[in-house]
């Protein structure tokens, strides 16, 4: 491994003597420490990002994911409240004289009913906090979402936040600042997510049913991040419902979906198990079979996905917690056809087999410990595995013999991990987060099966069974960071950490120091200025034809000759809390990626080549400003997303190595998201978004290219090919796409269950939003002559749904 | 609720029954185009002839005519100027795909000179591409190895020839080829044979031609192995020619491009290369060695 580059020392001298000044900083005596965790009164489920708020010293906290706080205070009457969106707050009136542990249950508001106000709230308002480019969306408010044929999609909402895109119509794969899909980290229970998408993108894996808590980190990255460049998604499932046993469950158009969460022991272990399937192949079955059967054969075809989640969780005493919590989906397409027949006196049959499926597991072992009442520490055990496969096989058998051709595909990546994880909280200026961590990726690039035989007269007479393909590469990535959350002052606040990675492959290592810095200065009217800096460090990477979503798609690490990606990215920006209830921000971006990979001009997945030789490395910049208005509260709530940005792309060998925007630079993107309380049996959500048209590659003119032949000149002979002429890389813009989608969910509760009937449209207005390009040829009956014409292509018209749910 | 329900069955049914509901396809305007000369030139140290195809290009929705072949320019004028002088203007011939030419007395040469090729057409304008003629390479030796070729993942040619260049320094740009010269009542036929190499430095060019950038070994001797399935012969000479850049670029960019076809909308496009100004095409320049291929 390389030595640490002189050039950080000095920032790491700089962050330690921070670090050890400001933890020995408030070590005085006559200070104690209440600690404990803060959780839904109901379910048991730990609440993520609580408030714990002395209004007397004015000094707070707020819980982690596992809804552990801690806060420090000087011995002396204290007021401690405890807060979150959505829950009646809780105060308590403490002499403090000595450590505490006080577990906090928060019980629910009940909408539009009168609440019992038990303490003045504390929320800690977007001015608070330090951090920037991070949006929580309540998992309640994502699944009043209107969504493509009722199917709720965490990471479709996401889409709607500014400095986030979509790739085209329908597709969830998700865009940050200038970023690729590629370059976002999913996690599911802290385990990577390799590939989010079912049915080709049109749906992610993510049963919102099963998932507690979304947020999305765009910019101002704290250290525990590391391994993407563009953004962390951090997606936790439910822990299960330590009180009493509970279920939901919906009836949609596509899919049906059934969760389930108890106590296995009250108050001690608790489960829960949810469940996705669609549908489609079991209904259509008997036509697909009778279609075949007129055919004159016999078979079936079908496509289906189905997800699986499950999270168990056992509390051993007040300092340790085991969850363990696994998902697993996977999509299938599948045909077999049958055909016998007699010609002449010869019978022949025919069997075709096809199939195509891919499919994620995930799967996490965590243990929580308390070590002291300011010193938390979590470690997991992970494994990860994305994986691909294809076959195909003809067989026909006649009198004389048989043939059978068979071609098998597989591709994936498997992931083993593991991690520890430190808070440490020695007083209400610090809160320190530190951990290590290594991943062992085995990269399965694709390898293929290939069966020829031909049988004659009982004799083989062509015979063919080998595998071609590349061989799996190992390669280990290890982490290490450490942050502190700072108060400093009234007015400043500071989150300042070091991120350190390493990647080894067998002939290769590469290291990496990561500075990460996020500042806040309180302005006068409560205004927050903002400032951020991060540097980033990728060494795995996509290889995709970018915007079809297909499961082909092969991840892959850096190499000796594919350099990892890296990107440093600044923000500032402004923030404030309007009459308690509307969070705006103003954001600007800027931010620089260098090595991206890329396919070379010419180059497709479907070639053989070794995937070295077809991608070409390059850098990409982009820039921007962001402006986010968030109501949470009240009957009304939702958001007004706009996002104005350039996002370019430079690679010496594309576009004759000129800069040009990348696909999906889209100057203005809009997003308005809604949904509004008529009582509580009645609430009404919509969405509208406008964006700037994506930006492709049309040639700006034909020609016939000449290339003499080997006797040239002495022969006037030459080779000559029909050209396409592109003068520039992605010049064209399609259409601005705009899009509106309405929901309307009708709640009843019944004596045993509650039960929800959502009614909506996705693509009310029944826009024809661009898709893809394609020429055509139009015939005039009139004259006779046919012109060729160029055109968009449009994939969703209005599409209605409907959708019943229930709970119980 | 339950007077609700019927109405948004209805809504669900009335929507599917438009008269375009499933037309999704709407005209869009292509991007704007103007009608170019485009020029096509090889000019080699060695070449006593000197050809010009001109021809125009069209927008991409102009099929009606571009369908059989490129549309000829034959009404232009085409000059080359040398060192800024003009030197030949070519006359029309009536030939395809290289429509005019010059004969000279003698070998083209002009090591060193710069070359500007002017082609103008009345209602097309004028297009004019540069360039400067480059030195004959040094090509040392071509040894021919029975069986001796690499395997790769994907093909296996059974023999090699090993090819030594001594690099000059600076940008140096070679073209491959291996032909069998067959001599014919005091005629030369040359017969290209197919070549492939896995050399890090070289590329597939048009034609059968193997492309190498000598980026990585300047100013230093090199050897590479072509690939073959040739049987040695006697009359197996490998042409070594050094090329311009531009030449280099546009034998790579429009092998990529004709690869690309394979795969359609799957395939990155291809940015053909053109170093014609206010046209397309290309004007190249090369000097050629030959070397007879040694049997090992």
Not at chain 1, 177 to 203: C, E, K, M, T, W
């Amino acid at each position: 491994m390389q030595k640490i580059k002189s050039s950080y020392r000095p920032i790491f001298l700089l962050f330690f003597s921070l670090f050890f000044l400001a933890t020995a900083n408030g070590q005085g005596k006559n200070k104690f420490t209440i600690s404990g965790y803060i959780e839904d009164a109901t379910s048991g489920e730990k609440l993520i990002s609580a408030n714990a708020y002395d209004t007397k010293s004015e000094n707070g906290t707020v819980s982690n994911i596992y809804g552990f706080y801690s806060i420090t205070l000087p011995s002396d009457s204290v007021v401690i409240t405890f807060s979150y969106i959505g829950y009646q707050a809780l105060e308590y009136r403490l002499l403090l004289d000595k450590d505490l542990v006080i577990n906090v249950k928060l019980e629910p508001e009940l909408s539009l009913q009168e609440i019992t106000v038990v303490a003045e709230k504390y929320e800690e308002r977007i001015e608070e906090t330090t951090r920037m480019s991070t949006v929580d969306v309540p998992i309640a408010q994502i699944k009043k979402i209107p969504a493509l044929l009722g199917e709720v999609d965490v990471l479709k909402a996401l889409q709607l936040l500014p400095g986030v895109q979509s790739g085209g119509e329908g597709q969830n794969g998700l865009y940050v600042r200038g970023g690729s899909p590629d370059q976002n980290l999913i996690l599911l229970d802290g385990v990577p997510v390799y590939n989010a998408s079912h049915l080709f993108g049109f749906f992610s894996v993510f049963n919102a049913d099963a998932v507690k808590d979304v947020k999305l980190t765009k910019g101002g990255f704290p250290a525990r991040y590391g391994g993407r460049l563009s953004s962390v998604i951090e997606i936790n499932m439910k822990e299960g419902n330590i009180n009493e046993w509970h279920g939901a469950g919906s009836i949609g158009l596509i899919a049906s979906k059934l969760t389930v969460e108890g106590p296995i022991k009250k108050d001690k272990t608790s489960i829960m198990l949810s469940g996705r399937r669609t549908y489609i192949d079991i209904l259509a079955k008997p036509l697909i079979e009778k279609s075949f059967a007129e055919g004159g054969g016999s078979g079936t075809a079908g496509y289906f996905f189905y997800d699986f989640n499950g999270k168990i969780n056992h509390k051993f005493s007040d300092k340790d917690r085991l969850y363990f919590s696994i998902y697993t989906g996977k999509d299938k397409f599948y045909l077999e056809e049958t055909y016998k027949d007699e010609f002449n006196g010869n019978s022949f049959e025919d069997e075709t087999e096809f199939g195509l499926g891919w499919g994620n597991i995930t799967s996490a072992l965590r243990w929580n410990h308390l070590w002291t009442n300011k010193l938390f520490s979590n470690t997991t055990l992970t494994f990860s595995r994305y994986s691909f496969n294809t076959k195909l096989r003809s067989y026909s058998e006649f009198d004389e013999g048989s043939d059978e051709y068979a071609l098998g595909y597989l591709s994936g990546i498997d992931d083993f991990a593991g991690k520890i994880d430190f808070d440490y909280v020695p007083n209400p200026s610090h809160f320190i987060r530190f951990g290590a961590g290594i991943i062992n990726h085995t990269f399965k690039p694709g390898k293929f099966d290939i069966l020829f035989e031909e049988i004659e007269n009982g004799y083989p007479s062509t015979s063919i069974d080998t595998t071609l393909g590349q061989a799996n590469i190992n390669a280990q990535e290890f982490s290490a960071y450490i942050e502190d959350d700072m108060k400093l002052g009234k007015n400043l606040k500071l989150n300042a950490g070091l991120h350190f990675s390493a990647f080894r492959l067998k002939d290769k290592t590469y290291p990496s120091l990561q500075p990460r810095l996020n500042v806040r200065y309180m302005l006068p009217a409560n205004v927050a200025l903002k400032g951020s800096f991060a540097m980033m460090r990728q060494y795995v990477q996509l290889l995709t034809n970018e915007g079809i979503g297909l499961p082909t798609d092969l991840w892959l690490p850096s190499t000796k000759r594919v350099k990892p990606q890296d990107s440093w990215q600044v923000g500032l920006g402004l923030a404030k809390t309007f009459a308690g209830k509307y969070e705006v921000s103003i954001e600007g971006y800027y931010k620089e990626m260098t090595n991206l990979v890329a396919y070379k001009e010419g180059a497709s997945f479907i070639t053989l080549n070794d995937w070295e030789d077809d991608v070409t490395q390059g850098d990409g910049k982009s820039y921007g400003a962001e402006f986010f208005v968030q109501k949470k509260k009240g009957r009304l709530t939702g958001w007004v997303g706009y996002t104005l940005s350039w996002s370019w792309r430079t690679f010496p060998e594309v576009n004759l190595g000129e800069r040009y925007p990348f696909k999906y630079d889209r100057r203005h993107d809009l997003s308005i998201v809604a949904s509004y309380e008529i009582s509580d049996r009645i609430n009404i959500a919509g969405t509208w978004v406008f964006g700037t048209g994506n930006a492709v590659t049309l040639a700006n003119s034909q020609y016939y290219g000449v290339f003499p032949d080997v006797n040239f000149p002495n022969f006037n002979s030459a080779r000559i090919n029909r050209t396409d002429f592109y003068r520039n890389r992605n010049n064209f813009r399609m259409n601005a796409y705009h899009r509106m989608d309405i929901g309307i969910n009708f709640v009843k509760k019944k004596k045993r269950h509650t039960r929800t009937w959502s009614f909506g449209a996705y693509n009310t207005y029944n826009q024809k939003n661009p898709f893809f390009l394609f020429t055509d040829e139009e015939f005039n009956l009139e004259t006779g002559e046919s012109k060729t014409v160029l055109k968009q292509a449009s994939l969703f018209p209005i599409i209605p749904y409907f959708n019943y749910s229930f709970e119980f | 609720m339950k007077k609700l329900i019927p109405i948004f069955i209805a809504l669900f049914i009335c929507s599917s029954c438009g008269e375009d509901f499933f037309e999704t396809t709407l005209k869009v305007d292509p991007p704007p185009h103007e009608d170019q000369l485009v020029i096509h030139s090889f000019v080699k140290s060695t070449d006593s002839l000197v050809f010009v195809s001109l021809t125009k290009s069209t927008g991409i929705l102009e099929t009606t005519n571009y369908n059989y072949g490129p549309i000829y320019v034959n009404d232009g004028t085409v000059e080359l100027f040398e060192n800024g002088t003009l030197k030949y203007t070519l006359e029309p011939t009536g030939e395809e795909p290289f429509n005019y030419k010059v004969e000279l007395n003698d070998v083209f040469g002009g090591l060193g000179n710069t070359y500007e090729l002017k082609a103008s057409q009345d209602t097309l304008g004028t297009a004019t591409a540069e360039q400067t003629m480059i030195a004959p390479p040094a090509l040392v030796s071509a040894v021919f190895d029975e069986d001796g070729g690499t395997p790769s993942d994907y093909y296996y040619e059974s023999n090699a020839i090993d090819i030594t260049i001594d690099d000059q320094s600076g940008e140096d740009f070679y073209e491959i080829r291996l032909v069998q010269e067959d001599t014919f009542e005091n005629v030369i036929y040359i017969n290209n044979r197919y070549v492939e190499s896995v050399d890090v430095n070289t590329s597939q060019g048009l034609d059968g031609s193997i492309l190498v950038d000598g980026a990585s070994f300047d100013g230093d001797s090199y050897t590479l192995e072509l690939q073959t399935n040739t049987s040695w012969d006697p009359n197996l000479k490998i042409y070594l020619r050094a090329i311009s850049k531009d030449w280099f670029l546009y034998s790579k960019s429009l092998y990529d491009f004709r690869e690309s076809e394979d795969f359609q909308i799957f395939a990155e496009p291809v940015t053909v290369h053109t170093n014609v100004q206010n046209g397309l095409g290309v004007f190249a320049m090369g000097a050629q060695a030959t070397i007879s291929v040694d049997e090992e």
